[in-house]
């Protein structure tokens, strides 16, 4: 049995507990939440104990895996460097309704969440986020710190890079390449590459935005 504290208490955490509780070689202790309004708060019936870095000073919490439940992909990969160099581990929670299949890869500190779908051989990185509904299919290519969200579909030979955002009911065609730190929109269907840190919208995709 693996005791697991969730970092965060937003709604993504709700979320993340659900599939935590469900698995039986884990037992959930907590929240852990660095705003202090939240400490000795009760959500889903479970305490927010006290602050990321107050827990990662205290040595009798060595043997407590972590999860990082936190949505916004930037905020999750500087969370995940914390306790990464604090020398923790990363529990890794994947939804028994979820379907994976054969010669999956998932990274440490991933989330599948239910009725998700990774097919043959596709690779999920390190603190990614399937979320609800979504699908990844053959050979495809998740990198860390990625989120898949509700609904959206990667075709075949997809590669989703560092950081990226694949918006709620959004499509990736097969073999498109969608940049690190980049942002397909809610319902957008991608059809040819998307540069990094660019977002695009709509059908056929438009680049509305370009952070460097």
């Keep these: 049995m693996t005791d697991v504290a969730i970092?965060?208490?937003g709604g993504h955490a709700k979320v993340v507990a659900d599939i935590v509780k469900l698995d039986p070689e884990a037992s959930l202790v907590g929240f852990l939440d660095d705003r202090q309004e939240m400490h000795g708060k009760t959500v889903l019936g479970l305490t927010v104990l006290e602050g990321l870095a107050t827990w990662l000073s205290r040595r009798d919490t060595d043997d407590c895996a972590l999860l990082v439940a936190i949505g916004d992909n930037r905020t999750r990969e500087a969370v995940a460097s914390e306790i990464r160099s604090?020398?923790?581990?990363f529990f890794t929670a994947v939804h028994p309704s979820a379907q994976i299949g054969t010669g999956v890869e998932i990274g440490e500190g991933s989330v599948l969440m239910a009725n998700t779908a990774v097919n043959a051989e596709a690779v999920i990185g390190q603190h990614v986020i399937i979320n609800t509904n979504a699908s990844v299919d053959h050979d495809s290519v998740v990198e860390d710190f990625a989120h898949i969200s509700p609904g959206a579909s990667l075709a075949g030979t997809v590669t989703v890079g560092r950081g990226a955002h694949v918006g709620t009911g959004a499509s990736v065609t097969p073999?498109?390449?969608?940049?690190?730190?980049?942002?397909?929109?809610?319902?957008a269907t991608?059809?040819?590459?998307?540069?990094?840190?660019?977002?695009?919208?709509?059908?056929?995709?438009?680049?509305?935005?370009?952070?460097?």
Excluded: L, N
């Excluded at 604090?86 to 581990?89: C, F, I, L, V």
């Excluded at 940049?179 to 397909?184: A, F």
């Excluded at 991608?190 to 460097?212: C, F, L, N, S, Y």
């Design 7 to 9: 970092v965060g208490a």
């Design 86 to 89: 604090a020398g923790r581990r």
């Design 175 to 187: 073999g498109v390449v969608v940049g690190e730190w980049s942002t397909v929109g809610a319902g």
């Design 190 to 212: 991608a059809a040819k590459d998307v540069k990094p840190h660019t977002t695009v919208v709509g059908r056929p995709p438009m680049a509305i935005d370009k952070r460097g």
